[in-house]
């Protein structure tokens, strides 16, 4: 059994800055990859930035250079420090792990969703 628990998220007016963590427990053996999605109403689900195992990071082309996305191995913990927030930021934003829970068997799990409101 794998556990993600988010912290963080709430409102914010244009302009700020908000900053989520995402901590994993349970059967983990390695971890792949640590990310961040979100899904505003009526939109689909999609990737905001995502953290390999080597440190190397993605994001979305709309929120380059605003989002920055970090992890603690030792914690297994990813964090994502949201500045310059804007209203189409808006959304319920889940953690995503990507991991090996023995030798040969990965698998995806998801945070339990957190909201995240831009709005003055």
């Known amino acids: 059994q794998v556990q993600l628990v988010e912290s963080g998220g709430g409102l914010v007016q244009p302009g700020g800055s908000l900053s989520l963590s995402c901590a994993a427990s349970?059967?983990?053996?390695?971890?792949?990859?640590m990310g961040w999605y979100r899904q505003a109403p009526g939109k689909q689900r999609e990737s905001v930035a995502s953290?390999?195992?080597?440190?190397?990071?993605n994001y979305a082309d709309s929120v380059k250079g605003r989002f920055t996305i970090s992890r603690d191995n030792a914690k297994n913990t990813v964090y994502l420090q949201m500045n310059s927030l804007k209203p189409e930021d808006t959304a319920v934003y889940y953690c995503?792990?990507?991991?090996?829970?023995?030798?040969?068997?990965?698998?995806?799990?998801w945070g339990q969703g957190t909201q995240v409101t831009v709005s003055s």
């Open positions: 349970g059967s983990l053996f390695r971890i792949i990859a």
């Open positions: 995503n792990i990507r991991a090996y829970t023995d030798y040969t068997t990965w698998d995806d799990y």
């Open positions: 953290i390999n195992s080597g440190g190397g990071t």
